[in-house]
């Protein structure tokens, strides 16, 4: 078996298919960024057509702020791919506040009219970058960090949290296999039935639990369905730390721990980081670092 770091890697981090040499991620950065700049422009830019010169060239430049890490100009250069642009900062760097991020040439209509969209583009996904940054610094490697689907702007939004070095979790719903709460009273919270039944159907399968009976239950079948074709994780939802630290404690006991990895998620805030990351779980899961993360504040100036 791998070490058990390099299992997590793989169960919950698909960060290597987010840059636009993938066609699948290229396309959808493309057909997103496209759906926000029209509904922006919408008839036109009335301002800039009625006073600029629709020949005109303009130089202008992209500019920090505040601190933070920088996240989204690869697709920055996407949305502007006709001017000319000259990334001076790269995705992950740390920037400061009054730092040049990115020069800019070409013709003023097309500059000012995307304006607020690239903004837009560079403040969401640094914002997200940074806060899931400074959140990571909080585990301090005792567990890692993830996204959930709790999000806007989908791709765009597990891309930023990787620059900050968070897991992706699941890019979508064809990733991997979670069992839900719901899906368990289909089958009137029947897990073998259930877990038996989706064994062939992904290699990646997680379980939601809701209490220490259940994730041992669930353990104890994972167990039993354990083979080199399938990675099993269990999802320990809205259970306090407290709790957590006895399931984890529990699994080891019973041999069960190494068959399996495990997740805290559910409503989880960066007050309670430290007290989750201290109970023994793998990953950490936060729809705050999409739902709740603060643009970070950077400004187009016309040289």
Same mark, same amino acid.
């Given at each position: 078996?791998?070490?058990r770091?390099?299992?997590?890697?793989?169960?919950?981090?698909?960060?290597?298919?987010?840059n636009?040499k993938?066609?699948?991620?290229?396309?959808?950065?493309?057909?997103f960024?496209?759906?926000?700049?029209?509904?922006?422009i919408?008839?036109?830019?009335l301002?800039?057509?009625?006073?600029?010169?629709?020949?005109?060239?303009?130089?202008?430049? /992209?500019?920090? @702020?505040e &601190?933070?890490?920088?996240a989204?100009?690869? *697709?920055?250069?996407? +949305? $502007?791919?006709?001017? =000319?642009?000259?990334?001076?900062?790269?995705?992950?760097?740390?920037?400061?506040n009054?730092?040049?991020? /990115?020069?800019? @040439?070409? &013709?003023?209509?097309?500059?000012?009219?995307r *304006?607020?969209?690239? +903004? $837009?583009?560079?403040? =969401?996904?640094?914002?997200?970058?940074t806060?899931?940054?400074?959140?990571?610094?909080?585990?301090?490697?005792k567990?890692?960090?993830?996204?959930?689907?709790?999000?806007?702007?989908?791709?765009?939004?597990?891309k930023?949290?990787?620059?900050?070095?968070g897991l992706?979790h699941?890019?979508?719903?064809?990733?991997g296999?979670?069992?839900k709460?719901?899906?368990l009273?289909?089958?009137n919270h029947?897990?073998e039935?259930?877990?038996?039944?989706?064994?062939?159907?992904?290699?990646?399968?997680?379980?939601?639990?809701?209490?220490?009976?259940?994730?041992?239950?669930?353990?104890?079948?994972?167990?039993?369905?354990?083979?080199?074709?399938?990675?099993?994780?269990?999802?320990l939802?809205?259970?306090?730390?407290?709790?957590?630290k006895?399931?984890?404690?529990?699994?080891?006991?019973?041999?069960?721990?190494?068959?399996?990895?495990?997740?805290?998620?559910?409503?989880?805030n960066?007050?309670?980081?430290?007290r989750?990351?201290?109970?023994?779980?793998?990953?950490i899961?936060?729809?705050f670092?999409?739902?709740?993360?603060?643009?970070?504040?950077?400004?187009?100036?016309i040289k």
């Amino acid at each position: 078996m791998q070490p058990r770091n390099k299992l997590i890697l793989e169960f919950w981090d698909r960060s290597k298919e987010l840059n636009i040499k993938n066609k699948e991620y290229m396309d959808f950065v493309k057909k997103f960024l496209t759906f926000l700049l029209k509904e922006d422009i919408k008839n036109g830019d009335l301002t800039t057509s009625s006073i600029i010169n629709r020949q005109k060239d303009i130089s202008a430049t /992209i500019i920090a @702020k505040e &601190n933070g890490i920088l996240a989204g100009t690869e *697709e920055f250069s996407l +949305l $502007n791919k006709d001017l =000319r642009i000259k990334r001076l900062k790269k995705d992950g760097d740390k920037i400061k506040n009054n730092d040049v991020l /990115i020069e800019i @040439k070409g &013709n003023a209509k097309k500059i000012l009219e995307r *304006e607020r969209t690239s +903004l $837009n583009l560079l403040q =969401r996904m640094s914002g997200i970058a940074t806060l899931t940054h400074d959140l990571v610094k909080k585990l301090n490697n005792k567990a890692k960090l993830a996204a959930t689907r709790k999000n806007l702007w989908g791709l765009l939004d597990k891309k930023a949290v990787s620059i900050g070095n968070g897991l992706t979790h699941r890019l979508n719903l064809s990733d991997g296999i979670i069992i839900k709460d719901n899906h368990l009273k289909i089958f009137n919270h029947n897990i073998e039935n259930v877990m038996d039944s989706v064994k062939n159907k992904s290699k990646y399968i997680e379980i939601e639990v809701e209490n220490k009976k259940q994730a041992i239950c669930a353990a104890r079948i994972i167990k039993k369905l354990s083979n080199n074709e399938n990675l099993f994780a269990l999802m320990l939802d809205n259970i306090r730390p407290e709790e957590i630290k006895s399931i984890v404690d529990e699994l080891k006991n019973q041999n069960l721990y190494n068959n399996l990895l495990l997740e805290a998620s559910g409503g989880i805030n960066p007050n309670d980081l430290k007290r989750y990351s201290d109970c023994g779980v793998d990953a950490i899961s936060m729809g705050f670092l999409t739902n709740s993360a603060k643009a970070l504040n950077i400004s187009q100036e016309i040289k």
